[in-house]
Each structure stands twice: as structure tokens, then as C-alpha cells.
């Protein structure tokens, strides 16, 4: 089995795994307070991690396994659709996070605007779906382009047309970002050699944002091989192993927070110090074998 299988399918699950972990104790605990438009980019990228793992799922790490058609086709989409999808969740928790640092006090938070967090919230998810509808349909017209390549562990549409589409949506949501990263690093540096009476946001939020700025500069690789597919390049498969690691970057970035650690050292302390029912001796008499009472 090559390795390059093992290890392209074990950080897809590594993400998966650890962003649905991080996402379900953020939603849980009352101690951990995240932006809503946080929560949308761990949905998008867990979406992402499981789209490239489905055959894995089904086939396992069989690489001789033929996939159903219609779910060869259906991975196909996603893997097309979900990059554009990551791109633009990433883009809104960015931009949320400048409007909070460049802002801070000095305007009502980005909240008490309904329609543009609703924006921020839903847009990536309906360009998403249509973009994963017209690839799907795409893939059901061509039937006969959708394959999965040998040692390969997704299918793909073997037509150049959807992968110029999807690294060109990638490479301008991702181009985009460049400003709003600018803009959001001169805000940073502003707060951070600001003293507390003068700074315009709480500490702990400028971790957070400082956070986003972070992994929103390595989604930078996404619009390097958003490039690479716009000009026809032949990729080697290291470019999706280096791909692969942007949700587990994700996970380190945004888990390795002292509130998440807070709580996970919470609850487990609760775990272990749940109170266990005491064992009760049943007090009912017995009789012995001559038929007298004895007490227990």
C-alpha cells in the first residue's frame, strides 16, 4: 500500500476528527465564546476532510476497490465544490475578525448588523451548493470522465473544465483575502503596542484573531495550487499531501487555546469526581437451607 495513501487519508481524518472534537466543546461549554462565523469554517473544513475520505469509508484502503458510480460521482462534486467552500468561510471569519479589531468599542459589534452576519454566515454555503449541483450535474452528463485514477484515494472528472472552474473560484476568493490581511495586520499591530486604557479590544480576543491572521496566511497554499490547475501543470501528489495539512494546522491553531483546555481539564475532573451510587446490600431475608430467617 503506497504511503503517500496512508498518509494523504490519515491527515484528512486527523482534521476531521479533531475539528468535530474542538467544534463540539466550543458548542458545549459555556466557558469557550467563539464569533458565529467561527463556527461555520470548522463545518466547512470538517465537510472538506470527510469529501476527500468518503471512498475510504466505503472501499478502505483498498485501492482496487471500483466505488458505485453515482457515489464516485457525488465525491467528485465535492471535491470540486468544498475548496471554494473553505475559501470563503475562511474569508468571512477574516473579515469579521478585522471588523472586530479595526473597530473594537468604538462601533456596536458586528452582531447588531442581522443582515450582514446572515451574509457572512450563509453566502459561502449557497455559492457552495450550487457550485456542488452544477458539478454534479456535470458529472452525471459525463458519466464515462468520472473515474477514480489508479493509487488515487478520491475520484475526479478526467475533463479539464471543473478543475480550471474550482481553482479559479479558489484563487479570487483567496486573492481577496490579501487586503483584508493587510488591513487586519496594521489593526493588530496598533492594539498590540497599545496598553490596556488604550487598546480597542480584549486580549483575548486579539489571540483569537491573531489566530485567524495566522491560518488565514496558509490557506495562501490553497491559491498556490489553485495556480498550478489554472495552468495545466501536472501536480505530483505531494501538492495534496501539503493541501492535507491545512485542516490539521487548523486543529493545532484553534485548539490550542488555554479556555478549550479549561474545559477539557473541567470535565474531566467532573468525570472523575461524579459521585458513584453507593453499593446497597439487599436487606430482604433469606431463608437457609432448614427453612430459618437470616439476616443479612
Not at 456535470?138 to 478526467?158: D, P, W
Request: hydrophobic share 50%; glycine share 4%; aromatic share 14%.
Amino acid at each position: 500500500m503506497p504511503t503517500l495513501f496512508y498518509t494523504f487519508i490519515g491527515l484528512q481524518l486527523s482534521g476531521a476528527i479533531g475539528m468535530s472534537f474542538i467544534f463540539l466543546t466550543v458548542v458545549f461549554s459555556p466557558l469557550v465564546k467563539r464569533c458565529s462565523t467561527w463556527y461555520t469554517f470548522c463545518v466547512s473544513w470538517i465537510l472538506s476532510c470527510f469529501s476527500y475520505s468518503l471512498l475510504f469509508f466505503v472501499g478502505g484502503s483498498d485501492l482496487s476497490h471500483v466505488p458505485n458510480r453515482n457515489l464516485c460521482i457525488t465525491q467528485a462534486a465535492l471535491i470540486y465544490s468544498v475548496p471554494t467552500l473553505t475559501a470563503l468561510t475562511t474569508l468571512s471569519l477574516l473579515v469579521h475578525s478585522w471588523y472586530n479589531v479595526h473597530f473594537g468599542i468604538s462601533r456596536p459589534p458586528l452582531e447588531a448588523n442581522y443582515k450582514t452576519v446572515i451574509t457572512l454566515l450563509v453566502a459561502p454555503y449557497i455559492i457552495w451548493f450550487f457550485m456542488f449541483l452544477g458539478f454534479l450535474l456535470f458529472g452525471l452528463a459525463h458519466s464515462s470522465l468520472v473515474n477514480r485514477l489508479s493509487k488515487s484515494s478520491y475520484c475526479i472528472i478526467t475533463s479539464a473544465i471543473p478543475a480550471k472552474m474550482s481553482s479559479l473560484f479558489v484563487v479570487i476568493v483567496t486573492s481577496s483575502m490579501l487586503p483584508v490581511q493587510a488591513s487586519l495586520g496594521l489593526s493588530l499591530c496598533r492594539n498590540l503596542y497599545h496598553n490596556d486604557s488604550t487598546s480597542t479590544i480584549s486580549m483575548p480576543t486579539l489571540q483569537v484573531v491573531i489566530r485567524v491572521m495566522v491560518f488565514s496566511f496558509l490557506t495562501l497554499v490553497a491559491f498556490a495550487e489553485g495556480v498550478i490547475y489554472i495552468f495545466d501543470l501536472s501536480p505530483e501528489p505531494f501538492v495534496d499531501i501539503i493541501m492535507a495539512w491545512l485542516p490539521v494546522f487548523g486543529v493545532l491553531i484553534f485548539g490550542m487555546q488555554k479556555d478549550i483546555f479549561r474545559t477539557w481539564i473541567l470535565w474531566t475532573t467532573r468525570l472523575v469526581k461524579s459521585p458513584r451510587m453507593p453499593y446497597r446490600k439487599d436487606s430482604t431475608p433469606s431463608l437457609t437451607p432448614d427453612n430459618s430467617v437470616r439476616s443479612d
